[in-house]
T-cell receptor, first 115, second 113 residues
Framework: GAGVSQSPRYKVAKRGQDVALRCDPI?????LFWYQQALGQGPEFLTY????????KSGLPSDRFFAERPEGSVSTLKIQRTQQEDSAVYLC?????????????FGPGTRLTVT | AQKVTQAQTEISVVEKEDVTLDCVYE???????LFWYKQPPSGELVFLIR??????QNEISGRYSWNFQKSTSSFNFTITASQVVDSAVYFC??????????FGQGTRLTINP
């Protein structure tokens, strides 16, 4: 099945390390989203791409967080100088088209633990 | 700003019981969408339903039903004859702007055999 895939599924980083989280959306999906889900909480929006354009990054918590989608398909979320408060599950979602709130399909997430 | 409140943090019932998950939302939009997602232990959020604020008819899909009450800003979800496989965390959501989903804190549902 060609769902949204994310890698790695689990990542342990020492405080201060940089990490890169990858998302492969469903083929042909124009929109791509990143969410952060802290333990016991609902997902919180981080950023949104329409094709390669990052149209909304209002949810990125600090300038240590950076996301890109250079060719309009695969996306990478990078966190520099990780801190303990960055520990969370990072979810990626894609949807077929922009606007009209099409159904967002979510990947399994990457669980980041910062020690 | 938009907000979703799921007051029930955890619910535990015995298999075959009916269970209702509550959701109250706040939005400034006159037209809007509401959603329910299921998150099983595997972690992947599974879409269950999208409801347009124009449509206040209740919806039923198999054992699942949704009660949308605009007057009380609620969008409750009922599972009839619950099964162990229904055990998961359930999230209610609305949106901010055209794309950003705003989730509640979730309700952890445990169905005991």
């Amino acid at each position: 099945g060609a769902g949204v895939s994310q890698s790695p599924r689990y990542k342990v980083a020492k405080r201060g390390q940089d990490v890169a989280l990858r998302c492969d959306p469903i083929s042909g999906h124009v929109s791509l989203f990143w969410y952060q889900q802290a333990l016991g909480q609902g997902p919180e929006f981080l950023t949104y791409f329409q094709n390669e354009a990052q149209l909304d990054k209002s949810g990125l918590p600090s300038d240590r967080f950076f996301a890109e989608r250079p060719e309009g398909s695969v996306s990478t979320l990078k966190i520099q100088r990780t801190q303990q408060e960055d520990s969370a599950v990072y979810l990626c979602a894609s949807s077929l088209a922009p606007g009209d709130l099409y159904e967002q399909y979510f990947g399994p997430g990457t669980r980041l633990t910062v020690t | 700003a938009q907000k979703v409140t799921q007051a029930q943090t955890e619910i535990s019932v015995v298999e075959k019981e009916d269970v209702t998950l509550d959701c109250v939302y706040e939005t400034r939009d006159t037209t809007y969408y509401l959603f329910w997602y299921k998150q099983p232990p595997s972690g992947e959020l599974v879409f269950l339903i999208r409801r347009n604020s124009f449509d206040e008819q209740n919806e039923i899909s198999g054992r699942y039903s949704w009660n949308f009450q605009k007057s009380t800003s609620s969008f409750n979800f009922t599972i009839t004859a619950s099964q162990v496989v229904d055990s998961a965390v359930y999230f209610c959501a609305t949106h901010q702007g055209a794309q950003k989903l705003v989730f509640g804190q979730g309700t952890r549902l445990t169905i005991n055999p």
